[in-house]
């Protein structure tokens, strides 16, 4: 399904009832990494699946930031009927996690960012220098993206109020002290590192991050 906004055509998908869950998908992906999660908690949530502008079925876009995806989700979630839901967001989706709840208070009602950094120096030395020799030949606006964005400030994640959970893996290309310092400007964030998997191997084709979606929403009362 399609709903404009923001000037883009956003692909969405929805299954299951319950709490509103909303999934953000990372850089160069779509919706689809996250259906092996979807089918494990379609039982307990009502989940919409997003393709970000430039990504899946949504429109072909070279404009791109980190601010204007937020913003396309700003306007889709009352659009979708989607209303102050649990984010999961992954990598991309977890800054856009973050810009949402930092610059839209009262949009969500919880947030779960997974291996988001707020700068670009959050990144691991070595990924910062392979993404930087790619696009020196491919000219990839997405790899410019995580080159140059995001900035999101500390004063911008002090002032986020919704339950915050920011997780990892504990082999991620997004520094720990990155994660940490994050986890520790949100007030009341909660902070999980998941032991031997990657930035990406708890998460895309994987249910590993049910139990622990269930967990912090029944804690934190969004169920």
Known sequence: MYIAANGMKLWYETRGSGRPLLLLHGNGEDHTVFSTL?????????????????????????????????????????????????CVGFSDGGIVGLMLAGRYPGLLGGLIACGANASPRGLSNRFRAVTAAKNFFARDPLLRLMLNEPNI??????????????TAGSRDLIKREETLRIARAIPGAEVRIFSGETHSSYIVGSAKLAPVIRGFASRKGLR
């Open 38 to 86: 979807s089918k494990a908690l379609e039982g307990e949530f009502r989940i919409w699946s997003v393709d970000s502008r430039g990504h899946g079925r949504s429109t072909k876009t070279g404009e791109i930031s980190y601010a204007l995806m937020a913003r396309d989700i700003a306007e889709f979630l009352p659009l979708a009927g989607c209303e102050k839901p649990l």
């Open 153 to 166: 400030s500390n004063a911008e994640l002090e002032s986020i109020a919704v339950p915050t959970l920011i």
